[in-house]
């Protein structure tokens, strides 16, 4: 009897272990960038924190503020993404602000490698000889780590700053725009491209100096709340126009609703 009852048990227990696993886990939005996409506080924001309010999906917000393509991934912040991210879940990434200057002098850590391929600079950052490469070539092996994994990527073209500045309206797409388009074709059909600058840019236009002067309350390139949240929904009207892309079905708003124009 005690045998039979202890076959029965452990009939049941291999039935439990046997069932196929089912994992309740909402796909997530993982967000990769700088200062303009990150948390900050006071007249300060950046538009990640904005997103969420448009998604029905989870989003986990990993911009820090003062990161380039370089210095994200040389932190092991791309690969603590990498290491999280479930089949499905997607992945925006956004730099351009940090990742310009020159390495001739003192090296900041953060200056990528001129160039849109495989070029390499040897450089000193804080007394270690390093080897830097190319914006384009750090944003791909990040993102081509990701598909591996399963995640759909989603790179975005920086925020203009203001263009406002200069008294009439100026915007001019730099050379991290041509990149990160270039980026998510190399990346290939697990890549997606949004001109999020471009976007942003025209709603800018269109709602007039005094407006977005005050959404740049402490320098050209941060956001205060309110631009924050325009700056969020530049990005997903520019995911909207092109079907939603790997965030059809999860977008709250419908193309419409959304300020600005199709490009
Ligand atoms: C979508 O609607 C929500 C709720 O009304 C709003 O908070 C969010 O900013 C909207 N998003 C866009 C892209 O307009």
Same mark, same amino acid.
């Given at each position: 009897m005690v045998a039979t009852q202890f076959l029965y048990a452990l009939g049941l227990a291999t039935t439990a272990l046997g069932a196929?696993?089912?994992?309740?886990?909402?796909?997530?939005?993982?967000?990769a960038g700088d200062s303009t996409m990150a948390k900050a506080s006071g007249t300060q924001q950046g538009w990640g924190v904005y997103l969420p309010y448009s998604l029905?999906?989870?989003?986990?917000?990993?911009?820090?503020?003062?990161?380039?393509?370089?210095?994200?991934t040389v932190e092991g912040r791309f690969q603590t993404i990498i290491d999280s991210v479930k089949a499905?879940?997607?992945?925006?990434?956004?730099? $351009?602000?940090?990742?310009?200057?020159?390495?001739?002098?003192?090296?900041?850590?953060r200056t990528a490698c001129p160039g849109a391929g495989d070029e390499t600079c040897q450089s000193t950052y804080n007394g270690q000889a390093v080897t830097v490469l190319t914006y384009p070539k750090y944003l791909t092996n990040a993102g081509k780590a990701l598909v591996a994994k399963g995640a759909k990527v989603i790179i975005s073209s920086p925020t203009?700053?203001?263009?406002?500045?200069?008294?009439?309206?100026?915007?001019?797409? $730099?050379?991290?725009?041509?990149?990160?388009?270039?980026?998510?074709?190399?990346? $290939?059909?697990?890549?997606?491209?949004?001109?999020?600058?471009?976007?942003?840019a025209n709603i800018f236009q269109t709602l007039g100096k005094a407006k977005v002067d005050a959404f740049f309350p402490n320098d050209h390139t941060h956001t205060s709340p309110a631009g924050a949240d325009v700056v969020q929904r530049a990005f997903v009207k520019g995911l909207l126009c092109q079907g939603g892309g790997f965030l059809n079905g999860f977008i709250k708003n419908s193309t419409a609703s959304v300020e600005g124009k199709c490009i």
């Open positions: 196929p696993h089912v994992e309740k886990r909402a796909q997530t939005v993982w967000l029905s999906l989870p989003v986990t917000n990993n911009a820090i503020g003062g990161r380039s393509a370089r210095s994200f499905n879940d997607i992945v925006i990434i956004e730099f $351009g602000h940090n990742d310009g200057g020159s390495l001739n002098g003192q090296d900041n850590g203009p700053n203001n263009p406002w500045e200069g008294g009439s309206f100026s915007y001019a797409p $730099g050379r991290f725009t041509t990149y990160s388009r270039d980026v998510a074709k190399a990346i $290939g059909a697990n890549a997606i491209f949004v001109d999020h600058g471009q976007y942003t």
